[in-house]
Structure formats: C-alpha cells, structure tokens
C-alpha cells in the first residue's frame, strides 16, 4: 500500500487538491482501462468538490459514478447522498444517465436494497460471488466518531468480510455501505477530511495502536494507494508525508 498524508493550509485549498487528485486518477484510469469507476463520499465536505467537477470539461460518458454508502431515504429526501451529488454535479453535466448507479433505498427491509446493489455491482464488473472489483477511485470522509462510508463505530458491518455491500447502522437508523473488503481493493482511496471536530478521531485512526471497532477508518487500509487530504485543523497535528 502507498500512503499520502497531505495537510493543506484551509478547507478551500484541500477542495483544490482534492480535485487535483481526482482529475488525476480519472485520466489514469481512463487512459489505462478505457473508462473511471468512482464511488463518492457523502455528507458536507466533498460537496464543493463536486461541484467543481461539475465545471470541468471530461469524456462523460467514460465516466460512471457510485456511491459508497446511502441512507434509507428516497433520492429526493434532504439527506440523500444521491441527491446531494446530483444537485452539486450530475445534473449539471452530460453525463449518461445510465452511468450513474445509485443504491437504491425503497425496500421495506434494507438488506434487500443491499442485495440488489451487491447484484448490480457484480453485473457491472462482471464479478462471481466472493470476488471483490476494484473500483479506481473512491471517495471517503470520516465522522467525529472515526466512522467512514456507513461503517459506525461498534456495528456488524464492520465484521462483514464476504460481500461488496452490506446494511450499516447509525443510531439505530439503517445504512447501505460498501464493506471495508471492498473499499479496500479500489486502485486509490481519498478521505477528504475537514474540521477541528476530526482531529480526535483522526489522532486514533493514524495511532500506532488503537481499536477498528471504535475507530472503524482504521479498517480502511487499500492494497493500493491511500490518501488523506486533510485541511489544517483537522490533520495540523498528523504532518504531511508529501504527494506521490
Ligand atoms: C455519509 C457519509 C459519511 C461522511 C462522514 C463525514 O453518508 O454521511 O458517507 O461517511 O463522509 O459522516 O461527513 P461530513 O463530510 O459532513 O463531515
């Protein structure tokens, strides 16, 4: 695994970077491999990434987007992570409709929802069961808890090592979630982290020794690339490692 531990001035600039990286590994995937898988973050912080993706000029339809975890809400609810990606880009480029792979969040038991995006993940990638795809880049954030995706502290997701996708639990509220499994064979993990409230958890997840199950990013360890791009308050204490 390489591992890129980069502290940024302020949140505007880890923003610029954040899209520095991912242009990068858009245009590497697409020149490698004919086409970019992505899956997004959701809640607050990748928003303005998003929507400075929304302004840039890229072969749409090489493009296809997921997402890494959604709540149990319909797309047009307030806290969709659908939604939120779609109002700050999708809708606003040429981007083929059947490129976009939301989880969908309408069954009554949400382990069907799981199953189902667990199918359509394998279809698209063409997997057999207990095969885990690489996606080329996906996209993370963490909460003051050290949860990242849908993965919360002290839950059964995080034990799930033999599916693509799985039901989180915040609270009691349900979740769809990629598994720490898969997220682990994407080709670039980038957790995009902002805020003085993530520094705690951030101190746990990068600590020598500390608990996955209370500190569940701790999970997230790719064969391949890791980066975390950090704005000052959150990572001022960590120390960059420089960019690859
Ligand atoms: C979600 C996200 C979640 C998010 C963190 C950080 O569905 O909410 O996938 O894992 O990345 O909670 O959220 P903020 O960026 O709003 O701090």
């Known amino acids: 695994m390489q591992k890129i531990v980069e502290v940024l001035p302020d949140s505007v600039k880890l923003i610029d970077r954040a899209l520095e990286v991912v242009l990068s590994k858009m245009q590497e995937a697409i020149a490698q491999r004919g086409l970019c898988t992505i899956a997004l973050a959701g809640g607050g912080t990748p928003k303005p990434l998003y929507e400075k993706l929304a302004l840039q000029d890229l072969p749409w339809e090489k493009l296809h987007v997921f997402w890494g975890d959604e709540r149990c809400v319909p797309p047009d609810h307030p806290d969709s992570n659908q939604r939120m990606a779609r109002q700050a880009w999708l809708d606003n480029v040429p981007i083929p409709a059947a490129n976009i792979h939301p989880m ?53 997701a995080l034990q799930v090592r033999d599916r693509l996708v799985t039901v989180g639990n915040k609270d009691g509220q349900p979740r769809i979630t990629f598994t720490a499994p898969l997220i682990n064979h994407a080709r670039a993990v980038i957790f995009i982290v902002a805020g003085i409230g993530k520094r705690p958890a951030l101190a746990q997840i990068f600590a020598p020794v500390a608990d996955d199950f209370v500190y569940p990013a701790r999970l997230i360890q790719p064969q391949a690339e890791l980066w975390w791009l950090l704005d000052q308050t959150a990572g001022g204490e960590l120390g960059g490692t420089g960019g690859a």
């Open 104 to 156: 969908s969040t309408d069954a009554a038991d949400p382990s069907v929802d799981a199953d189902k995006h667990e199918a359509e993940l394998q279809a698209f990638f063409n997997s057999s069961a207990g095969e885990f795809p690489s996606f080329d880049i996906i996209l993370l954030g963490i909460g003051d808890d050290g949860h990242t995706a849908s993965l919360f502290p002290h839950t059964e």
